[in-house]
């Protein structure tokens, strides 16, 4: 199997010397700038960074009933501000998904705007964030796709069915996009197999704790660097061995598997 090396520095780091700024960290020798950032906001407990990761995103995506959190939660953190200008100051470009759970009131709101919004109440077979990322896909050219980073917010905790549609979301377009569901708690991505990832972390934002979890297969093989309990040509599986209570030992992870594996981490945003 030939190794390549995939662009999995999705990850967040933040305390950057510059900006003190979440950011999303580049691979050595690539342009900075030439990773766009799209922010997909789900219908649950959007994290405190959010208005950061707002502000360094060129495409912002409501699932469905994420709008009402944008619409409800955004003016609760800035109260000397009027809701109506914060409102205006992070409205999203488009609203997607089978409309079932965005309140009447705002989705006239937004529409009022001049927002997107994209009715697809005729599909009951795909999830909100589906729709979201399809549309993702569809409107970004191919070759800039190696480019993105999708942030999911509001994609872990909460309903857990939701959470393994997510967790279906980043399976069903794991080798197309780069996605990660993030909460407050944790960052969430799967690995494809059959890549060398180098993973760059921040550690002033993210661990100590991490995992590698096979998902689909077990794994018969994985090997990896960077970690405190390191994989040597290791296998895992539910019912024996599974990486997780990991801890980082490095800024950066390698991982090489002939299994797909979330990678995990836990965050930890002190505003
Ligand atoms: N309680 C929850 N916990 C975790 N994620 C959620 C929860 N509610 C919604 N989400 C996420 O936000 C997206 C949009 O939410 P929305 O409430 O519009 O979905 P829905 O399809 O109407 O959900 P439901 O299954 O409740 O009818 C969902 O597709 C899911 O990813
Ligand atoms: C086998 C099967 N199980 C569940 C659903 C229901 N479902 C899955 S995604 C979705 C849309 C949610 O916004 C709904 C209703 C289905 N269609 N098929």
């Given amino acids: 199997m ?27 020798g690539d342009d900075d700038d030439s990773i766009m950032l799209v922010l997909v906001l789900l219908n649950y407990h959007l994290p405190r960074f959010t208005p950061i990761l707002w502000d360094q995103a060129s495409l912002h995506v409501c699932a469905d009933g994420g709008a009402n959190r944008l619409y409800d939660e955004l003016p ?5 501000d009027d809701p109506a200008d914060v409102r205006q100051r992070y409205k ?21 705007m001049g927002v997107k919004i994209i009715d697809e109440s005729h599909d009951q077979d795909t999830t909100d964030l589906h729709k979201c990322v399809i549309f993702i896909r569809d409107c970004v050219p191919d070759l ?24 279906n979301v980043l399976y069903t377009f794991a080798t197309v ?18 890549y060398l990832h180098e993973i760059h972390v921040n550690r002033s934002f993210e661990g100590p704790h991490c995992g590698l979890v096979p998902l689909g297969a077990p794994s018969t093989s994985t090997t990896t660097t960077g970690l405190h309990w390191n994989l040597d040509d290791t296998p895992m599986a539910f019912g024996s061995l599974i990486s997780t209570c990991n801890l980082l030992e490095s800024d950066i992870v390698t991982v090489r598997s002939d299994a797909y594996l979330l990678w995990t981490t836990e965050i930890r945003y002190e505003p």
Avoid: C
């Fill in 2 to 28: 030939t190794m390549m090396q995939h662009n999995t520095d999705h990850v967040l780091f933040y305390g950057d010397s510059r900006n003190n700024m979440i950011r999303s960290k580049k691979k050595d």
């Fill in 177 to 194: 996009l780069r996605i990660v569901l993030l909460s407050e708690e944790s960052s969430l991505t799967l690995l494809p197999s059959g």
């Fill in 76 to 80: 609760l953190w800035f109260p000397d």
């Fill in 92 to 112: 999203p470009d488009v609203i997607k998904g089978d409309l079932d759970s965005i309140r009447p009131e705002v989705k006239e709101y937004y529409s009022e």
């Fill in 144 to 167: 800039d796709k190696n480019h993105i980073k999708l942030l999911v917010l509001g994609g872990l905790g909460g309903r857990f069915d939701h959470e393994a549609a997510n967790i």
